[in-house]
């Protein structure tokens, strides 16, 4: 660090903006010093945190700054209020579809608001953008290729990121208020109103778009929360837009296991493994339950792979980082064994809490009938009785992915009681797939016996049209 420091103090010394003052305390610092508090202002935005106070007297802007990076946050910036240049192709998402189940992001007053902000603040001016890293470090390899393990997107590890965040900004929303010297009309969003949060945030210079969609800064990659503060007060802009980019690079969209990411920066959200597991309320598709593996709240993948990521560092926000195994990776056998109020207990405090029961129960037999265990039999036995029809028919597809007579005789009793038509469909698919199972397994070892080996293993992916 000492030679990198050393390179960046001189180059500023060297920078005519400098005022006589600042060059003064950076030719007497420690380089190593300096360094430190200069990248820590704005996550490795080096000019942009002296050029706050270079000049003397701070701007509301910069004051804005930093009494944000004084209430914890690691990116903040300010962009104006105009429409953003990527309504087109916002327009063009919806219009195709790939936004699913999520009607409000479609609803033509939230779709008027998005394109102009001032129907959500009258006569505003400046979006205040914050960023909030949120990395808790990397999960273990072991947990990851456990498919005994339920995984947990990172970012759920901890405590819910709005109850967190929203207090700091309606702290700094208050600040602004009694610094701009006059009524100020206001509102504060993190990521819950109709603000395209990501294109606001490169106007104000907190990073730059990935193919994977995700906002990415150069000296973070991209596991950041974004925040605004929409005000009525003309403000500095900070366009310290960056120039770097995902060049040639995609990862993201090789890494996909569900082909979401259709082409650079286009996300079919129907097919992203965040949205079945979170956002998708119903059934999730047949056809994409064998690609979601044990993900069973969100999924890291297409951030995971980005090369950025390599400069990712922990947050040093303790509540979001892991509260043990259970929050990074639990056993699916026990998760799928929770009644409602054990559910409760378990994730109160947690974003997991805001799915429900009901959903996160659904996603474990998903996760489940793809481990394709056993082991996994009489925990899906019991849950062809559980008192939600999404849960028992899901349970039942993982029975049928298992096979065995057990689960083949779980599954013609259920059928025998079950009334509800969309749960009797899942459970005669479930058997016809297990029973075709059986005859592959039979027709296996018989061919085995003729030739003599005895070397080959069961079948445990039959598909059944």
Request: proline share 6%; charged share 25%.
């Given at each position: 660090?000492?030679?990198k420091a050393?390179?960046?103090?001189s180059i500023i010394c060297k920078?005519?903006e400098?005022s006589?003052?600042?060059?003064?305390l950076?030719?007497?610092c420690?380089?190593?010093?300096l360094?430190?508090i200069l990248?820590?202002?704005?996550?490795?935005?080096?000019l942009?945190g002296?050029?706050?106070w270079a000049g003397g007297?701070?701007s509301?802007t910069?004051r804005?700054r930093?009494?944000?990076r004084?209430?914890?946050?690691?990116l903040?910036?300010?962009a104006?209020?105009?429409?953003?240049?990527?309504l087109?192709?916002?327009?063009?998402?919806?219009?195709?579809g790939?936004h699913?189940?999520m009607?409000?992001?479609a609803?033509?007053?939230?779709?008027?608001r998005?394109?102009?902000?001032?129907?959500?603040v009258s006569?505003v001016?400046s979006i205040?953008?914050v960023g909030?890293?949120y990395?808790p470090?990397?999960?273990?390899t072991?947990?990851?290729?456990?498919?005994?393990?339920?995984?947990i997107?990172n970012?759920a590890?901890?405590?819910d990121?709005?109850?967190?965040?929203?207090?700091?900004?309606?702290e700094?929303?208050a600040?602004i208020?009694?610094?701009?010297?006059?009524?100020v009309?206001?509102r504060?969003?993190?990521?819950?109103?109709p603000v395209?949060?990501?294109?606001y945030?490169?106007?104000?210079g907190?990073?730059?778009?990935g193919?994977?969609?995700?906002?990415?800064h150069?000296n973070?990659?991209s596991w950041l929360?974004?925040?605004?503060?929409?005000?009525?007060?003309e403000?500095?802009p900070?366009p310290?837009?960056?120039n770097?980019?995902?060049?040639?690079?995609r990862r993201c969209l090789d890494?996909c296991?569900?082909?979401?990411?259709?082409?650079?920066?286009?996300?079919?959200?129907r097919r992203?493994?965040s949205?079945?597991?979170?956002e998708?309320?119903g059934?999730?598709?047949?056809d994409?339950r064998?690609s979601m593996?044990?993900?069973i709240y969100?999924c890291?993948?297409?951030?995971a792979v980005?090369?950025?990521?390599?400069?990712a560092q922990?947050?040093?926000?303790?509540?979001?980082?892991s509260?043990?195994m259970?929050s990074?990776?639990?056993?699916l056998l026990d998760?799928i064994e929770m009644?409602e109020?054990t559910?409760?207990?378990?994730y109160?405090?947690?974003p997991?809490s805001?799915i429900?029961r009901?959903?996160?129960?659904?996603?474990?037999?998903?996760?489940?009938g793809?481990w394709?265990d056993?082991?996994?039999?009489p925990?899906?036995v019991?849950v062809?009785?559980?008192?939600e029809?999404?849960v028992?028919?899901?349970?039942?597809?993982a029975?049928?992915?298992?096979g065995?007579q057990?689960?083949q005789?779980a599954?013609?009793?259920a059928?025998?009681?079950?009334?509800?038509?969309n749960v009797?469909?899942?459970?005669?698919m479930?058997?016809e797939k297990?029973?075709a199972l059986?005859?592959?397994?039979?027709l296996?070892?018989?061919?085995?016996?003729?030739?003599g080996?005895?070397?080959?293993?069961?079948i445990?992916?039959?598909?059944?049209?």
């Amino acid at each position: 660090m000492g030679a990198k420091a050393n390179c960046v103090v001189s180059i500023i010394c060297k920078t005519s903006e400098v005022s006589e003052n600042l060059r003064g305390l950076l030719e007497v610092c420690s380089p190593t010093w300096l360094w430190q508090i200069l990248t820590g202002w704005q996550g490795g935005d080096i000019l942009g945190g002296w050029r706050d106070w270079a000049g003397g007297e701070m701007s509301l802007t910069a004051r804005i700054r930093k009494r944000a990076r004084d209430l914890g946050f690691d990116l903040v910036g300010v962009a104006p209020a105009h429409p953003v240049p990527r309504l087109d192709a916002y327009r063009a998402w919806i219009s195709q579809g790939y936004h699913g189940e999520m009607g409000y992001m479609a609803r033509p007053d939230r779709v008027e608001r998005r394109e102009h902000p001032d129907m959500i603040v009258s006569g505003v001016r400046s979006i205040v953008c914050v960023g909030l890293n949120y990395y808790p470090g990397a999960r273990s390899t072991d947990f990851e290729q456990d498919p005994r393990r339920g995984l947990i997107s990172n970012y759920a590890w901890g405590i819910d990121y709005h109850d967190l965040m929203m207090p700091r900004l309606e702290e700094l929303a208050a600040f602004i208020v009694a610094r701009a010297g006059r009524a100020v009309t206001r509102r504060v969003y993190v990521d819950t109103g109709p603000v395209l949060e990501r294109a606001y945030a490169t106007q104000a210079g907190l990073g730059f778009i990935g193919k994977n969609t995700c906002l990415i800064h150069p000296n973070m990659g991209s596991w950041l929360f974004l925040g605004e503060i929409l005000v009525d007060v003309e403000l500095d802009p900070t366009p310290e837009q960056t120039n770097v980019s995902c060049g040639t690079c995609r990862r993201c969209l090789d890494a996909c296991p569900t082909g979401a990411l259709l082409a650079p920066y286009v996300l079919d959200a129907r097919r992203c493994i965040s949205y079945l597991t979170i956002e998708l309320k119903g059934p999730i598709p047949h056809d994409l339950r064998p690609s979601m593996g044990n993900w069973i709240y969100g999924c890291d993948v297409c951030q995971a792979v980005c090369p950025w990521q390599r400069f990712a560092q922990p947050t040093r926000v303790r509540p979001f980082q892991s509260a043990g195994m259970d929050s990074v990776a639990p056993m699916l056998l026990d998760v799928i064994e929770m009644d409602e109020d054990t559910f409760r207990q378990q994730y109160k405090g947690s974003p997991i809490s805001r799915i429900g029961r009901r959903r996160l129960l659904r996603n474990v037999a998903v996760a489940s009938g793809n481990w394709r265990d056993v082991q996994a039999v009489p925990a899906l036995v019991r849950v062809l009785a559980d008192v939600e029809p999404l849960v028992r028919g899901h349970g039942a597809w993982a029975l049928g992915c298992i096979g065995g007579q057990v689960a083949q005789d779980a599954l013609r009793d259920a059928l025998q009681c079950e009334r509800d038509f969309n749960v009797r469909h899942e459970m005669q698919m479930a058997l016809e797939k297990a029973e075709a199972l059986e005859k592959a397994e039979a027709l296996e070892k018989a061919e085995a016996f003729e030739s003599g080996s005895s070397d080959s293993q069961p079948i445990r992916n039959v598909t059944v049209t």
